[in-house]
């Protein structure tokens, strides 16, 4: 076991992208993901990268585009609002098949919202906030040692598929403090950057676009991406199973709300009620296989997120009508408690033995 540190969860963040190999940040401040841009402003100079404060989202997600089509690892990170501006940039960058971590440490919405921790973005991350037909990995984090962890396997994702890889986190995960151990792992073997823009001298010239005029032309370069998205889908879910073997009702959170529900879980048992947690690690791709498995072996699964029921769609399409589906949501910045989760398990297990 290495020496482990204590330190937020932003903080966290920005030192594993520096291990990982970041060189590039370019961001906008706006709560609670301040000390991610703060910390690499301070970082990045000692490593020989480069930190930019951009005029605006906008700004600093075609920095992004410009760095990651150079070949560099490069990040940037925001929360709810903020990642919205950005979503035309990460649009052209997934099109343009190229390398970048984004982590948004999410705030309540819709609008400006709140800076409370939410979960309401996940439609935005996991179904293509822009325009067109892209997907990003999206990655989900429930301590923050899973978040250094999780950003240091995003950079490798990221070169593996040559595509945008995000880091779903919220207010809490950003701004809680943990013991972190940032763990030394030999790099995996990942393709060359032989695509990137480094100059063209003593070889063919690259060519990085999006613009593709002709429509026979723009349809393959779609199906080349969905070839890749499948491929993501078959190689990279992960997922939690937290004492589902003997479970008599399922609980699917991720996040923090998935270690709320660890606490419900044992007050439930406690009470002799078999309570399981299924959290889904990655949000894309979905591990609806396992919610598939799940669903064959209990009679009931009860979604709870910080938001009003977004996970609990690609929930249903796993489950596709084997067992009964349920939802608790708090939303706009409230937390559920390990009670609330408890009550609401408890109630629909009685429910179902009357």
Request: glycine letters at 10%; charged letters at 20%.
């Amino acid at each position: 076991m290495g020496e482990k540190v204590l330190i937020s969860g932003n903080e966290a963040i920005a030192e594993a992208a520096v291990q990982a190999g970041c060189r590039f940040f370019f961001g906008y401040p706006i709560t609670p993901q301040n000390k991610i841009p703060e910390y690499m402003s301070k970082r990045l100079p000692q490593v020989g990268g480069c930190f930019v404060q951009a005029e605006s989202e906008i700004a600093a997600i075609y920095m992004v585009f410009g760095a990651a089509g150079a070949g560099a690892r490069v990040m940037t990170s925001s929360s709810s609002p903020g990642i919205s501006l950005k979503m035309e940039g990460i649009s052209y960058i997934a099109g343009a098949e190229l390398p970048c971590v984004i982590v948004n440490v999410m705030r309540g919405g819709p609008g400006l919202g709140g800076i409370l921790p939410s979960q309401s973005d996940y439609f935005q991350a996991t179904k293509g906030g822009g325009h067109g037909d892209y997907r990003l990995l999206v990655l989900a984090p429930s301590t923050v040692q899973e978040a250094v962890d999780l950003i240091m396997d995003a950079f490798d994702l990221a070169d593996k598929y040559r595509n945008p890889v995000m880091v779903l986190a919220d207010g809490y995960i950003g701004q809680m403090m943990e013991p972190v151990e940032f763990k030394k792992s030999p790099p995996p073997e990942l393709p060359p950057k032989n695509w990137a823009i480094t100059g063209a001298k003593g070889r063919p010239r690259n060519l990085i676009k999006t613009l593709y005029l002709n429509p026979v032309e723009l349809e393959k370069h779609n199906l080349k991406l969905q070839q890749k998205y499948l491929e993501m889908a078959k190689n990279e879910v992960r997922v939690e199973n937290y004492m589902t073997e003997d479970a008599e009702i399922i609980i699917a959170a991720y996040g923090t709300t998935a270690r709320i529900t660890k606490t419900a879980i044992k007050i439930l048992r406690e009470k002799g009620i078999n309570a399981g947690l299924v959290r889904p690690i990655t949000l894309f791709p979905f591990p609806y296989s396992t919610f598939k498995e799940i669903a064959e072996k209990v009679d009931n699964i009860l979604v709870v997120e910080m938001n009003m029921g977004q996970m609990l769609e690609d929930v249903k399409i796993g489950v596709c009508g084997r067992a009964e589906i349920h939802f608790y949501g708090r939303t706009g910045g409230m937390v559920p408690s390990y009670d609330e989760i408890a009550v609401q398990a408890e109630k629909i297990v009685k429910e179902e033995a009357i």
